[in-house]
């Protein structure tokens, strides 16, 4: 394996470690089992937007959370209004203020005293709200203790971080009325992002999966020329299409989701901002190459004579004066997503250099290219049992790490990584990720690569069964695998959203759909010993038979 696709492979590996699917920054409800409900403190942890007004004037908007107790905040900006907002004196809250308030907004800091303590206080003083300001930049659950006999709170009582409390403080000694509004505004049940990352997602293992398919037939009907032009002594019949190919193996496949549970443990244990740039400069190394495949491969129908021409550079190689052309604008293209990757348009490339390495990923498998990682080989699914046997601990790894996790790590080891926490990253870039436009609270919709890429080894498989064994679509598999893969990411977002927008594992739906629909279909037709055992339909080298009877017979003595 030379250096340039080791380049590419190094990158890919990575990212098929981190295959949530989950909406990222802006989860409106936040359950929290840790800090459990009681009578006068049950409400829900949700995202209050704060709307500013400076003489009159809209100033900044804040995001604050809502309390364990007080009473619900309005989800509607037309039924917020407008109060004015008052520092308390003292500062803490911790007891009453020296002056009554006529309903205004009560903003006092955190600490020396309960919560419940200071909303009961800024409550006797007539506030119609409080804002406490948390002595971090971090939102903090506010919740009641378990002796708690404060609870009988009638306002709200919102945490604002401390910038936002800085600037706030700033406002009211700078101007003579500021006032606030307070709502929490519902996300859309559905959101056009997860439309478009549906047919991100589908379209991408289709196109995948052909291209490998046509790589595949390409290499078949050279072959099939070499068996023509062969001599007697030279012609054997050879498996179709596997020519040097390394078949991934049921033990190989358990070790892979070992090895991916290692690797998903180190980044959360070592999650930091270095990390978090290596990353990025490993996704756009593998993108940048990707991107130049690609487009290698495209224009060299066009540009045969630039494509077949080479010149040797060092450490390279032998390299085709269209690899040199396309190469600076592939590198360029690398480098603006990596240094713009956080603004409002940097998703745009992302998806390109992801959507790029997916295409690559199933090519070179189905080629037989060898992508090694210390003790992973992994090229492509020789057959369903193999298929089977790599998609089912898919299935359980994407379970445990989502899910049970949390009673190990007191959180989702998944969701943590997903998002990128501490940081600094707004999410790792190894994520399909769309922005939800007619969401109020904004952020991204996402997939992660291994959803797309790990089912899509098993479509691959499907496509190059049905060409061998010459099936149309209808009486073959393939048709039939990208279906249901579709069918079950559409459950994953339906599930998303019923569960308010919490990370879901997508193997969770995809697996049995995709894996039991071809395992159904394959008894049903009487396929599934071969599917399961050879991956191929047997294959007869005509031009072998074809000798074997032009042969002259021995003379008789």
């Known amino acids: 394996m030379d250096l340039r696709r080791f380049s590419v492979v190094f990158p890919v590996i990575l990212l098929i470690f981190n295959n949530p699917c989950l909406v990222l920054s802006g989860d409106i409800v936040q359950v929290d089992n840790s800090s459990p409900k009681q009578p006068g403190c049950s409400n829900d942890f949700v995202l209050v937007k704060v709307q500013t ?70 409550q006797a003083a007539g506030a119609s709200a409080i804002l406490i300001v948390n002595n971090q930049r971090e939102l903090y659950k506010m919740v009641c203790e378990p002796n708690d006999t404060d609870l009988d709170i009638n306002i709200p009582a919102i945490m604002l971080p401390q910038d936002a409390g800085t600037t706030l403080e700033w406002m009211l000694k700078k101007s003579s009325a500021v006032s606030v509004q307070l709502y929490s505004p519902k996300r859309p049940l559905v959101d056009i992002a997860e439309a478009f990352l549906w047919l991100m997602a589908v379209g991408t293992i289709l196109c995948a999966s052909y291209w490998s ?170 057959n369903l049992k193999v298929g089977t046997v ?10 445990f790490w989502v899910f049970a996790s949390k009673y190990l790590f007191h959180e989702s080891v998944m969701i943590v990584v997903a998002r990128g926490d501490k940081s600094g990253e ?15 609270w904004g952020g991204y919709s996402i997939i992660g690569f291994g959803d797309i890429l790990l089912p899509g080894l098993l479509i691959a498989f499907s496509i190059r069964y049905d060409w061998l064994a010459k099936r ?58 071969v599917l399961w055992t050879r991956g191929e339909p047997e294959m007869v080298c005509t031009h072998h038979i074809q000798l074997e009877h032009t042969e002259e017979p021995s003379p008789e003595k």
Not at 393 to 399: G, M
Not at 514 to 529: C, E, F, Q
């Open 53 to 122: 007004w400076v003489d009159g004037t809209e100033a900044s908007e804040f995001v604050g959370v809502g309390a364990r107790f007080g009473i619900s905040i309005v989800s509607k900006e037309k039924n917020a209004n407008q109060t004015r907002v008052t520092l308390s004196d003292p500062r803490d809250g911790c007891s009453p203020p020296d002056e009554k308030l006529a309903g205004d907004v009560l903003v006092v800091e955190r600490g020396n005293c309960k919560f419940t303590t200071k909303a009961s206080n800024a």
């Open 213 to 382: 398919a046509w790589s595949a037939r390409e290499a078949a009907i050279e072959q099939d020329k070499l068996l023509k032009d062969a001599s007697d002594e030279s012609t054997t019949t050879r498996e179709f299409g596997t020519g040097g190919a390394v078949d991934i193996s049921a033990t190989s496949a358990v070790l892979f989701v070992v090895i991916a549970s290692c690797f998903l443990i180190v980044i959360y244990k070592f999650m930091s901002s270095w990390l978090a740039e290596l990353l990025v400069v490993l996704f756009a190394i593998g993108g940048a190459e990707g991107l130049q495949t690609c487009l290698v491969a495209l224009l060299s129908r066009w540009c045969k004579h630039a494509a077949e021409t080479f010149i040797k550079v060092p450490f390279l190689g032998a390299v085709s004066y269209l690899t040199l052309a396309v190469s600076p604008f592939c590198i360029t293209f690398a480098v603006v997503w990596a240094v713009y990757r956080n603004l409002s348009f940097g998703w745009i490339g992302q998806d390109i250099l992801h959507q790029i390495v997916t295409l690559l990923f199933y090519v070179f498998f189905d080629q037989g290219i060898t992508l090694i990682l210390t003790v992973l080989q992994i090229v492509r699914i020789p």
């Open 390 to 399: 790599l998609l089912s601990c898919a299935f359980l790894y994407d379970i």
């Open 426 to 440: 707004d999410g790792i870039p190894m994520l399909l990720k769309f922005p939800r436009m007619f969401d109020p």
């Open 472 to 529: 149309n679509l209808r009486s073959g598999y393939f048709l039939w695998a990208v279906l249901a893969y579709g069918l079950g990411l559409l459950i994953t977002y339906v599930a998303l959203n019923l569960m308010d927008g919490h990370g879901q594992p997508a193997l969770l739906y995809i697996v049995p759909f995709t894996l039991g629909t071809l395992v159904m279909l394959g008894r049903k037709r009487g396929d599934l010993k």
